[in-house]
């Protein structure tokens, strides 16, 4: 069973640097596809940022795009999530996930991904 671990999260204010880190049981980030999901209270969960195995491509959502880096450090088990010029709306748990299979068009849907950690809670304050 993969168990996937988050951590780095806080009460941080606006704007600066965020590293988010998400470590695995085991070596799986050569073999899987993993993500990031963030989802704020009373809101559904949305895609953050997505690293596809095969094609070696990142994705980021919209909201993150230029803002957020996502890399792995495949050594240390661990994937990481850089925030920069973080806003108030970036609120959120953030979770990391990862599946075995996953295609091009359902990067950005929960429901692909069969592992989850249990989240790290970010609240940007302004």
């Known amino acids: 069973q993969v168990q996937l671990v988050e951590s780095g999260g806080g009460l941080v204010p606006i704007g600066g640097l965020l590293r988010l880190s998400c470590k695995a049981s085991e070596g799986i980030f050569n073999t899987y596809s993993v993500s990031w999901f963030r989802q704020a209270p009373g809101k559904d969960r949305e895609f953050v940022a997505g690293?596809?195995?095969?094609?070696?491509?990142?994705y980021y959502a919209e909201p993150v795009k230029g803002r957020f880096t996502m890399s792995r450090a495949s050594t240390k088990n661990a994937i990481y999530l850089e925030m920069n010029s973080r806003k108030v709306e970036d609120t959120a748990v953030y979770y990391c996930?990862?599946?075995?299979?996953?295609?091009?068009?359902?990067?950005?849907?929960?429901?692909?991904?069969?592992?989850w950690g249990r989240g790290t809670q970010v609240t940007v304050s302004s």
């Open positions: 996930a990862a599946t075995r299979t996953l295609i091009s068009s359902a990067v950005g849907q929960p429901t692909a991904y069969q592992y």
């Open positions: 690293y596809k195995r095969s094609g070696h491509t990142t």
